[in-house]
């Protein structure tokens, strides 16, 4: 379906809402879309046309008095978002788990609502349901999320720390990060480490000059533990800042080993992933993701030796699996008891292998993996925390972060919820800058390739510094 919206302001999310109606871009609608304000009167009209035949569906709105330009843009968008998501869940017989939100953060959009006064937060799943058509399980989880939130707080000194490593063993046949297989870039990894650590020396005089305090360290990628211990030890050796939390996410069993976690604890690292993604060993191996059951139980022993807290990674409706073999995953992932478990559902992105053949992954199950995921995790002492949404994830769904016994991850809440500043270190990644009295956020990306990053680490750790002072 293809979208035409007279205000231009609006055309992408018009568009992202009918692609969740159609995500295989399989229906030859065309929609027009166009507005006009006559006083306070908002009219929307939408012209549905298909094969000739086109039917016009209009509808009214009274704009509320006295908002800013910006509020009243964002409720001009939600108002023709849910004309749109009326007609063609009426002429489509179909309805979204997610109503008319297309948005990457149903928290913070609903939390925002609660800050600026608009809604109770108790009423929450209602306002999710009514006004957004949001399904009632999905309302609930939302609030559910918001009651775990409670530790954001919006402090202008208080910075996460975030260091990417773009690296991996291998490439798995799903994934659309931008990250380097280690074969192929294996002689330039001392390099960028080199480079990782002027930016790292940049920062701490940064962090000092200007009296921030780092309240959370997150090495992502990527695949950090692909470094070996000695690389480790090198960069850890660079970041030393007295938080409660530090996590290192390892993510593939297969590059985990004894010398690399004595490293990290040495360091004091306290937060580790080891992603399993599945423990079906067959759909490991279609998805070209290198490593055994043996290789993760294993890494779980060390890690729980060391005294990690762990998360582990999974994902629902991956190539080949049907419910029965996803619910043996969640069953087995119980049995392990991380203290953190993510439930990602599968995206299908451009630059991922997979989407060339996109008719192993059994689209129609996936609905109830995920909710088979949560009522059991939650049946077993797991809570929500966290969630974000993807555009192309199968089903309209959503990934979501659950803790046990307290074991909240802020860094993860910080950046899904955009509320404290990250300085971002590394090739790919992005620093942001929270300005909390103004109720604003900047974005400063690195390169994205490690070669550029690597060609211009000058202009990186100039820029860094320049935006956060
Ligand atoms: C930053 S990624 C990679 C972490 C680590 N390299 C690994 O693979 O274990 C974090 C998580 O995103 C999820 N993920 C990656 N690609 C995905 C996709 N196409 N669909 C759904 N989840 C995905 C996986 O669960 C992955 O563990
Ligand atoms: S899923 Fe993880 S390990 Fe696999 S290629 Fe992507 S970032 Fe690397």
Redesign the pocket.
């Given at each position: 379906m293809r979208v035409f919206c007279e205000s231009k302001d609006f055309q992408n999310d018009m568009q992202d809402l009918a692609n969740f109606f159609d995500p295989d871009e399989s229906i030859a609608f065309n929609i027009h879309h166009s507005d006009r304000t006559l006083d306070s009167t908002l009219t929307s009209k939408i012209m549905l046309e298909n094969n000739g035949d086109v039917k016009e569906y209009v509808k009214f709105f009274t704009i509320p008095v006295g908002l800013s330009a910006l509020r009243e843009k964002s409720v001009k968008k939600s108002f023709f978002k849910n004309h749109l998501y009326l007609v063609l869940s009426a002429v489509l017989k179909k309805s979204l788990p997610w109503g008319s939100l297309t948005g990457v953060r149903p928290c913070k959009f609903m939390r925002e609502m609660v800050e600026r006064g608009e809604v109770k937060e108790h009423i929450v799943p209602e306002v999710l349901m009514k006004e957004f058509f949001v399904s009632e399980d999905k309302a609930k989880l939302v609030y559910e999320i918001m009651k775990h939130q409670k530790c954001i707080i919006k402090n202008d000194k208080l910075v996460d720390l975030f260091i990417n490593i773009p690296i991996?063993p291998t490439?798995?046949n799903y994934?659309s990060?931008i990250?380097n297989e280690l074969c192929k870039i294996a002689g330039k990894v001392d390099v960028y480490l080199d480079c990782l650590l002027k930016e790292l020396k940049a920062v701490k005089n940064l962090i000092a000059d200007k009296s921030y305090i780092v309240r959370t360290i997150y090495i992502g990628?990527?695949?950090p533990t692909v470094l070996t211990a000695k690389q480790l030890d090198r960069l850890l050796g660079e970041i030393n800042y007295p938080v409660s939390e530090f996590t290192v996410e390892c993510?593939?069993a297969d590059t985990i080993t004894r010398e690399k976690l004595e490293v990290l604890k040495r360091h004091n690292v306290n937060r580790i992933s080891i992603n399993p993604q599945t423990f079906c060993e067959s759909t490991l191996k279609r998805i070209g993701?290198k490593q055994t059951n043996k290789q993760i139980f294993d890494a779980y022993m060390l890690a729980m030796e060391f005294g990690f807290i762990v998360n582990m990674d999974m994902i629902a409706g991956l190539p080949g699996e049907k419910l029965g073999i996803f619910k043996r995953s969640i069953n087995t992932l119980l049995e392990l008891s991380p203290e953190n478990i993510t439930v990602h559902t599968l995206t299908i992105k451009n630059g991922a292998s997979l989407k060339e053949d996109r008719s192993q992954v059994a689209e129609k199950d996936v609905p109830k993996m995920v909710d088979y995921a949560e009522k059991v995790l939650q049946q077993n002492g797991y809570k929500p925390y966290y969630i974000y949404r993807q555009k192309h994830q199968i089903g309209g769904l959503e990934n979501v972060g659950y803790f046990r016994d307290g074991h909240i991850c802020i860094f993860n809440i910080d950046s899904m919820e955009d509320v404290s500043s990250v300085i971002g270190v590394g090739a790919g990644a992005i620093s942001k800058r929270v300005f909390n009295l103004e109720n604003r956020l900047e974005r400063e990306p690195n390169c994205k390739f490690i070669e550029d990053y690597i060609s211009r680490i000058d202009e990186m750790v100039e820029k860094k510094v320049k935006f956060f002072s």
């Open positions: 991996c490439r798995c994934c990060f990250s990628g990527g695949t993510g593939r993701r």
